[in-house]
């Protein structure tokens, strides 16, 4: 393997030009696209390790309880005698109690409580409420895409410089409110952190981390090329890498059958008749079902770079992905009944930055009489369709891609708004194309 077509070696030349332009940079920001898998907080957590070293102060910003108790979590792993601050809210259950464990985390909802040490990490909800205190020198923002620009804003006064890192293709962030009256204007709230800052800073360095170490090669082509076609990237594995095998032979069933594709090619796609439907499908929901419960009977087992044995495939290891939570209720249900527990069953939004074997997808747009910008959103599928290390196989009515054909793009131009590249109704179709090249029909 030649060193530039070496993905490690890849990785390792942007990670040293973001930790160079953060530690030794001059610009009050530094951009760092990440696609899925891309050690997106392995740079957060070495960053912020050697920001602390440099004797720079740091605050993180996260944007969940979750994330922020993650790196915590991290960081007290690899550095055990750094202190960390955990910024909490007022809450009775505030943060995950594993870190009272750690030696080296103080935790507090007084940012004064904190003043002093190396890190202090907390939500940006919490840090909004953070005044009077001296500015820190740095911040790193962690999933930087998901922040809005209104919620940068509230902790901006809070830093000095910043590393924004984050996925540019994966859901946008979420307004309970509609932002129409905004659309176009250079301060729109709803617009996502990192859209919002590098269009008032057009000259921030900005980088991408260009492989991605949870896709294999059968899926970082498709998710690279239908999400991230201005930032490609490609698998840090190569075909042949990673396999997935069964100890029980097929039944011949149409749940079987799509198994076995997708063990061969990483993909698998299970095409019911096609059918208007209510939202929560019961064919599709007990399809969906049968796939993961066969699955496990058939003692699958999973093969990669991370050793030379198999590794059972086990509930844990799957993940059930779904565009609505009353359908992810609808197969939970569906899986009780199957005696099937342990598996990952949640929205697209819910499964954001997590990593599986195997995933189970319910196609957002299966059996539906038209196509939505909800169901078009391209973050909630490129989401849905990036989670797993070995196969995903998705569950699909016939028809879908009908259904865009008779649904195009309706959305209204706005001025001042950037197009957002590429729209729903395109990435649906590349994925579908490449779908039904591993499409097993069944008829429950």
């Known amino acids: 393997m030649t060193a530039a077509s070496d993905p490690g070696a890849a990785a ?15 610009a009050r920001g530094v951009v760092v696209d990440s696609p899925p898998g891309a050690g997106k907080s392995t740079l957060v957590v070495r960053a912020a390790l050697e920001l602390a070293a440099a004797g720079r102060p740091l605050m993180v910003v996260a944007q969940t309880n979750a994330q922020v108790d993650d790196l915590v979590v991290r960081l007290a792993e690899k550095e055990p005698g750094l202190p960390v601050g955990r910024l909490h809210s007022s809450d009775s259950d505030p943060y995950d109690k594993v870190l009272d464990g750690l030696d080296n985390v103080r935790t507090s909802a007084k940012a004064a409580d904190l003043a002093g040490l190396d890190i202090v990490i907390s939500t940006a909800a919490k840090w909004a409420h953070v005044k009077n205190v001296e500015p820190w020198g740095h911040a790193i923002v962690d999933e930087a895409y998901q922040m809005r620009s209104d919620a940068l804003l509230a902790v ?14 994966q859901l946008d962030p979420f307004s309970i409110v509609g932002a129409d009256q905004w659309a176009g204007l250079t301060y729109d709230p709803s617009a996502s952190a990192v859209s919002t800052l590098l269009a008032h800073n057009p000259e921030l360095p900005q980088h991408r981390l260009p492989v991605s170490w949870r896709l294999p090669a059968s899926a970082a082509p498709l998710v690279s090329d239908a999400f991230y076609p201005y930032t490609p990237f490609r698998s840090g594995t190569d075909h042949g890498d990673r396999r997935l095998s069964f100890g029980v032979p097929s039944d011949g069933s149409g749940p079987d059958r799509v198994l076995d594709e997708a063990a061969e090619s990483g993909w698998g ?18 399809a969906v079902a049968l796939v993961v419960r066969r699955l496990l009977d058939r003692g699958g087992a999973a093969t990669s770079e991370r050793g030379p044995d198999p590794v059972p495939v086990t509930a844990e290891r799957v993940a059930v992905g779904t565009a609505h939570r009353d359908q992810a209720a609808a197969v939970r249900t569906a899986l009780a009944d199957l005696g099937v527990t342990g598996v990952a069953v949640d929205t697209a939004n819910r499964l954001q930055g997590r990593e599986f074997d195997v995933t189970v997808v319910l196609h957002p747009l ?21 989670r797993h290390r070995h196969a995903c196989v998705v569950v699909c009515r016939a028809g879908v891609a009908d259904l865009l054909d008779e649904h195009p793009s ?28 591993h499409r097993v029909h069944w008829s429950p």
């Open 12 to 26: 390792a030349r942007a990670t040293d030009a973001i930790l160079g332009d953060t530690l030794r940079g001059t």
């Open 156 to 169: 901006a006064g809070l830093f000095e410089r910043a590393l924004f890192v984050g996925d540019p293709g």
């Open 269 to 286: 796609l299970l095409e019911l008749p096609a059918r208007h439907t209510p939202r929560t499908d019961p064919e599709a929901v007990r």
């Open 366 to 386: 299966s059996g539906r009489p038209d196509a939505t910008a909800f169901h078009l959103e391209t973050g909630r599928l490129c989401v849905l369709a990036s």
């Open 410 to 437: 309706t959305e209204p131009v706005q001025l001042g708004v950037t197009v957002k590249f590429p729209d729903g109704w395109e990435a649906n179709h590349a994925v579908l194309s490449h779908l039904a090249e």
